[in-house]
């Protein structure tokens, strides 16, 4: 098998998994517990928000354990409008992920919230390379704005948005700001002391922990109110019994990723630009989607036009390559991507799209077998 699709998950490495075993196995207690048995577990939740903390900056007090980005994003969302309840606007992109855009619908949608007035929505759009416009940012923002949500790396493009400009409007115009940082986390750098944003979410089996375990990282100042409301954990900002086993892995895994960030570019993007130029040169009809250079160092987003995405993945898997044709959150849904129809909608780019998202494990006999690959199921679909 080859895996180029780490924007949707990664594989658990050995030693994160040496890490979380013995909270399986020997040291199960609950840290909630008074006796030593559990009560000596609370030590290694405590390093493990160091360690995540380290990866961006933060402080460990900012650090909130949750489930997933999904959860991250959305208890984001949900803190900054319940310190706004008398403003019910959202400012966000056409191009966000599905946990925030379908939260923000569902707060639209939502009846028995709406005391103050029903919400509005702002979806920014992009150009056809993915970017966005901070003019369009500037005007959309209102007295009446809440919060603004847009990302730091686009799931399909890998796209990066200005975030260093976009926090700074924020703060100039006194609006909350929430980054969803899941695909950003362990491949650019972040440090949230140097940027003032006010929420920002990761998830862990996006840089080599396991499925289940997320972040938000809640800046020291910013309102937040529990979204899961429980016990006294996470210093009574999520209930519930923490998974000590998977918050060590996130803290492991954090760990080595900050370790390996420095010569992250250096490993990975050649490869991309590799497999990049390898399509593009010589399969016709293909065409990138996303900024030439504004992108994260491992995705590569392209269309095949004249060819369904499907089709070529089917053909893919059966040599044992892994892409996907967006977000693994909507693979079961037949509509078209909606990041690739926000950036161009007179194309039918988004039904003929497949991306590839590399790692540092790849290899260059990797990206051969790829181009190889692709370049028969095509010319089969073609012929």
Same mark, same amino acid.
């Given at each position: 098998?080859?895996?180029?699709?780490?924007?949707?998950?990664?594989?658990?490495?050995?030693?994160?998994?040496?890490?979380?075993?013995?909270?399986?196995?020997?040291?199960?207690?609950?840290?909630?517990?008074?006796?030593?048995?559990?009560?000596?577990?609370?030590?290694?939740?405590?390093?493990?928000?160091?360690?995540?903390?380290?990866?961006?900056?933060?402080?460990?007090?900012?650090?909130?354990?949750?489930?997933?980005?999904?959860?991250?994003?959305?208890?984001?969302?949900?803190?900054?409008?319940?310190?706004?309840?008398?403003?019910?606007?959202?400012?966000?992109?056409?191009?966000?992920?599905?946990?925030?855009?379908?939260?923000?619908?569902?707060?639209?949608?939502?009846?028995?919230?709406?005391?103050?007035?029903?919400?509005?929505?702002?979806?920014?759009?992009?150009?056809? +390379?993915?970017?966005?416009?901070?003019?369009?940012?500037?005007?959309?923002?209102?007295?009446?704005?809440?919060?603004?949500?847009?990302?730091?790396?686009?799931?399909?493009?890998?796209?990066?948005?200005?975030?260093?400009?976009?926090?700074?409007?924020?703060?100039?115009?006194?609006?909350?700001?929430?980054?969803?940082?899941?695909?950003?986390?362990?491949?650019?750098?972040?440090?949230?002391?140097?940027?003032?944003?006010?929420?920002?979410?990761?998830?862990?089996?996006?840089?080599?922990?396991?499925?289940?375990?997320?972040?938000?990282?809640?800046?020291?100042?910013?309102?937040?109110?529990?979204?899961?409301?429980?016990?006294?954990?996470?210093?009574?900002?999520?209930?519930?019994?923490?998974?000590?086993?998977?918050?060590?892995?996130?803290?492991?895994?954090?760990?080595?990723?900050?370790?390996?960030?420095?010569?992250?570019?250096?490993?990975?993007?050649?490869?991309? +630009?590799?497999?990049?130029?390898?399509?593009?040169?010589?399969?016709?009809?293909?065409?990138?989607?996303?900024?030439?250079?504004?992108?994260?160092?491992?995705?590569?987003?392209?269309?095949?036009?004249?060819?369904?995405?499907?089709?070529?993945?089917?053909?893919?898997?059966?040599?044992?390559?892994?892409?996907?044709?967006?977000?693994?959150?909507?693979?079961?849904?037949?509509?078209?991507?909606?990041?690739?129809?926000?950036?161009?909608? +007179?194309?039918?780019?988004?039904?003929?799209?497949?991306?590839?998202?590399?790692?540092?494990?790849?290899?260059?006999? +990797?990206?051969?077998?790829?181009?190889?690959?692709?370049?028969?199921?095509?010319?089969?679909?073609?012929?």
């Amino acid at each position: 098998m080859i895996y180029f699709d780490h924007n949707a998950t990664t594989a658990v490495l050995p030693e994160v998994l040496e890490a979380m075993m013995p909270y399986l196995t020997s040291k199960w207690g609950n840290p909630s517990s008074s006796y030593k048995f559990g009560a000596q577990i609370k030590g290694v939740i405590e390093t493990a928000r160091e360690q995540v903390a380290e990866l961006i900056g933060a402080q460990p007090r900012e650090i909130v354990f949750t489930s997933c980005g999904t959860e991250s994003n959305n208890a984001a969302i949900h803190a900054a409008l319940k310190a706004n309840p008398g403003k019910r606007h959202i400012v966000t992109s056409a191009v966000e992920h599905s946990s925030v855009l379908n939260y923000c619908r569902a707060v639209q949608s939502n009846h028995e919230i709406h005391e103050n007035g029903r919400y509005r929505i702002t979806y920014l759009p992009v150009d056809r +390379d993915g970017l966005l416009k901070l003019a369009d940012l500037e005007n959309a923002i209102t007295e009446e704005t809440a919060v603004v949500s847009l990302m730091w790396a686009n799931n399909e493009t890998g796209v990066l948005f200005p975030l260093a400009e976009i926090a700074q409007i924020c703060a100039a115009r006194g609006v909350l700001f929430h980054c969803d940082a899941v695909q950003a986390a362990g491949k650019v750098s972040i440090n949230v002391r140097s940027l003032p944003v006010d929420y920002l979410s990761l998830t862990g089996h996006k840089f080599h922990a396991p499925k289940g375990i997320g972040a938000l990282n809640v800046r020291r100042k910013a309102p937040f109110a529990p979204y899961i409301h429980g016990g006294h954990q996470e210093n009574n900002r999520r209930g519930g019994t923490e998974n000590v086993a998977l918050i060590v892995a996130l803290g492991k895994a954090a760990e080595l990723a900050r370790k390996h960030l420095p010569g992250y570019d250096e490993a990975v993007r050649p490869l991309r +630009d590799a497999l990049e130029a390898g399509i593009l040169s010589s399969i016709p009809n293909t065409e990138l989607n996303g900024h030439k250079t504004e992108r994260l160092a491992n995705t590569t987003n392209i269309t095949f036009h004249g060819i369904e995405s499907e089709s070529l993945l089917i053909l893919l898997d059966q040599e044992g390559i892994c892409a996907s044709s967006g977000s693994a959150c909507l693979a079961d849904s037949d509509k078209p991507s909606h990041i690739i129809k926000a950036m161009k909608p +007179d194309s039918s780019a988004s039904r003929h799209m497949l991306r590839f998202s590399l790692d540092s494990t790849n290899t260059a006999a +990797d990206i051969k077998k790829v181009l190889n690959g692709v370049a028969g199921a095509v010319k089969m679909l073609r012929g």
